[in-house]
């Protein structure tokens, strides 16, 4: 609740401290005495638009202080945790206007921002009045009334729950499906390439292994070369195996002429021969060894340089294609994986929307059952605020719309004569009726909003008598519930409150026109109430009257 209000050189105040009570309190004075300059101080402390012409004439900046009184469980001490505001469980929130247009606020404090306090400031306090945009005029907070009403929060929780997992496994999902689909795009490239490095089986080393095999062969050949100019010497038509046949033929025919030297002769050529054919074997042996038919120099270079080319292509050495061959399989390996976590989250989100939709339905079915009821108890009070002929309905759109808060769109609406169409709260009813049916409206919701103080403006235009008499009992009943203030010029309403302020517009001794704001006591009520009744001059009748109004409510 509002535990006490500052208000600092705003309007016709130049300084002024206000302690509220619980329950009712009533704020009446003549016309024109200021009774809006408390609800547009407190409408700055919980967010309202400011405005530089609420700064006091011939003053620099005006300046409200707001001090609150709300229970542990209140939802504004989440929301503060939530803003980063340390609290001790109280809240004072101060706004500073400065005539260069400059705007200050602290919560508890410390510097805030507008956008923290328009978080906050619904929670504490709602302003009724004729051109007011915020609580229950404005749409998108009718499905929260309706669900306190109801008891469905907890049940709401739920739903929202259901709906933040549903809807963070389609993001999932989406982002999984365009994975997928790049994946899907790179898939045919890299089948490709992982056929073309299996085909050519790269191995680690290979590359030294073939530099050395490359080496070893030009050597090889080399050798080949020598060995066969030395066989060709040796063995060839006119080498020296056949030039020594032809020796010894010469010499066994110098033998038939010269029997005496040529056995010897003969017998030194053939030990030459043997050793020549031991030489030329010898010569064949290392020929064999050397010879390797399937391999060349040239079929190494052809192996090196395409090792080298798809090197080149994948942008990696040549010892590390199998590395990049087994990354090219994971890869498509991953690829299948994806395939198999898409069909799996598409599943998972069928589920998940299966289970949100049948809470959000069942949510639904219940929110609807509620509104019915919810109208049934507006209508009960419509009768005795002089609205007899008025509807309340909650308006359910046909279309489901997804989200946190389920699948309804609804807005109160009403219809204030027989045969018009109900339509939104702040476009049908007049002032007057406007703020009555916010009142029967409150009465029925005080219970279970989480809004502490209500503030009604003109809620008493243009009626009297029971009508009045019948807002004021009204007004009470929330207020044994919630904490209420109400701008008001009927007596009947003014004497059902436990707490009454006196609005007073006066010329100070400097000439300059002030506005006070008195709590009565019991005499000065009395007093007000009777002035009410009978106006400038009070007579005893007023007296009695306003006296049998006080007695009534205290009754």
């Not at 700055?44 to 542990?72: C, T, W, Y």
């Not at 306090?117 to 504490?124: A, C, R």
């Amino acid at each position: 609740m509002l535990r006490a209000l500052h208000i600092e050189n705003i309007v016709l105040i130049e300084k002024l401290t206000i302690s509220f009570n619980d329950g009712l309190c009533a704020l009446t004075g003549e016309t024109g005495a200021g009774k809006s300059i408390l609800l547009d101080s407190l409408g700055l402390a919980i967010g309202n638009r400011a405005d530089l012409g609420l700064i006091r004439s011939g003053a620099e900046k005006g300046q409200v202080i707001a001090e609150f009184e709300l229970p542990k469980n209140h939802i504004v001490w989440q929301r503060l945790d939530d803003l980063d505001i340390s609290h001790e469980y109280d809240l004072t929130i101060r706004r500073t206007l400065n005539k260069d247009g400059r705007s200050k606020i602290y919560i508890n404090d410390l510097p805030s921002s507008l956008n923290a306090l328009k978080q906050i400031g619904p929670l504490l306090a709602e302003i009724h009045g004729q051109f007011d945009t915020h609580g229950l005029f404005d749409p998108a907070t009718h499905i929260d009334y309706l669900d306190h009403y109801a008891g469905l929060i907890d049940m709401r929780g739920d739903v929202s729950r259901a709906f933040k997992k549903w809807k963070s496994t389609k993001k999932a999902l989406e982002e999984k499906e365009a994975e997928f689909a790049r994946a899907r795009e790179e898939e045919e490239y890299l089948t490709a390439c992982r056929d073309e490095l299996e085909k050519l089986a790269p191995e680690t080393g290979e590359e030294a292994a073939l530099t050395a095999k490359r080496n070893h062969l030009k050597n090889t050949a080399a050798m080949v070369d020598y060995v066969s100019t030395a066989q060709d010497h040796l063995s060839g038509d006119k080498g020296t195996e056949a030039q020594l046949r032809s020796a010894m033929r010469a010499i066994e025919r110098l033998g038939e002429k010269d029997p005496s030297r040529a056995p010897a002769l003969l017998e030194t050529l053939d030990n030459a021969y043997a050793m020549i054919e031991d030489v030329s074997g010898e010569l064949n042996d290392i020929m064999h060894d050397l010879y390797e038919p399937d391999v060349s120099v040239e079929s190494v270079d052809e192996r090196f340089f395409a090792l080298k080319a798809a090197a080149r292509k994948h942008q990696c050495m040549v010892d590390d294609l199998p590395a990049f061959l087994e990354k090219i399989n994971a890869q498509l390996d991953g690829i299948t994986q994806q395939g198999d976590v898409l069909s799996a989250l598409q599943k998972e989100l069928i589920q998940n929307e299966a289970y949100y939709l049948k809470a959000a339905r069942e949510l639904s079915s219940k929110r609807k059952a509620a509104a019915e009821n919810m109208a049934a108890d507006i209508a009960k009070e419509l009768t005795p605020l002089k609205l007899g002929r008025a509807q309340f309905i909650v308006h359910f759109e046909d279309d489901e719309q997804w989200s946190a808060q389920g699948i309804d769109m609804l807005s109160f609406r009403v219809s204030t004569n027989p045969g018009m169409d109900a339509g939104p709260l702040n476009k049908v009813a007049s002032g007057g009726e406007l703020a009555r049916m916010m009142l029967a409206i409150k009465v029925i919701l005080a219970k279970t909003s989480p809004v502490e103080t209500l503030i009604f403006d003109e809620v008493d235009t243009g009626i009297g008598g029971a009508t009045a008499e019948a807002v004021g009992d009204r007004l009470a009943r929330v207020g044994d519930d919630k904490q209420v203030l109400v701008v008001t010029h009927s007596p009947q309403v003014a004497a059902c409150a436990n707490m009454h302020l006196h609005v007073k517009k006066f010329v100070s001794d400097d000439n300059l026109t002030r506005t006070s704001i008195t709590i009565l006591n019991q005499n000065d009520r009395l007093e007000e109430i009777a002035r009410m009744l009978a106006g400038a001059e009070i007579t005893s009748e007023a007296r009695a009257a306003a006296n049998k109004l006080l007695e009534r409510h205290a009754a």
